[in-house]
């Protein structure tokens, strides 16, 4: 839902217990599948290059992946990473059409919970925080956004049929 985000990868060869060599070298090994693709491609990327992606697209964010003449939008699946000292070890890169619905979950974030609490006397939980959505790629939001205006007593209670009405967005 905002500007384009491209990504330049090469592709690799280089696989299994090989890829150590391509991290010491600053490389961050990558693959890319789904149903648009015939078969997955393994690629790498430059931590540099990566670092500025991962935190501008998150997992909502198509990301139009360059390598070489092809372009191929995907969506962050997963980011594993080192259990000690958090290096990105690998990702998954999810391959999408933009043309065809998916169902993906996002963040829904409650606005000023404490504030609105202490005015009205009360203290807000909030139970869930993610919210299955059906969209096409490029009209994934960042995250969804509740008002709490709507409660105005102690137990009342905020649903999906509350959450704002987006375009092209299904709950």
């Known amino acids: ?22 991290r010491r070298e600053g490389f961050i090994p990558a693959v890319v599948y789904g149903p648009p693709r015939q078969d ?3 690629v790498m ?10 935190l501008k697209a998150g997992g909502t964010e198509v990301v ?12 962050i699946h997963t980011v594993q990473r080192h259990p000690v000292r958090g290096d990105v070890l690998h990702i998954d890169f999810y391959a999408v059409d933009m043309n065809v619905t ?20 009360f203290e807000v939980v909030q139970d869930a925080t993610m919210v299955n959505i059906e969209t096409l790629p490029g009209n994934i ?31």
């Open 1 to 22: 839902m905002s500007d384009t985000i491209t990504l330049e990868m090469k592709k690799r060869d280089v696989t299994g217990k090989q890829v150590r060599q391509l």
């Open 40 to 42: 997955a491609l393994s």
């Open 141 to 171: 939001p960042h995250q969804i956004e509740i008002e709490l205006s709507m409660l105005k007593k102690e137990g009342d209670v905020l649903t999906v049929a509350d959450l704002p009405k987006l375009d092209g967005i299904k709950y």
């Open 102 to 121: 998916l169902h993906t979950s996002v963040h829904v974030v409650v606005t000023d919970t404490e504030e609105y609490g202490k005015k009205m006397g």
């Open 64 to 75: 139009h992946i360059q390598v070489g003449s092809e372009n191929i939008p995907a969506l």
């Open 45 to 54: 990327v430059d931590w540099p290059t990566l670092r500025p992606v991962l």
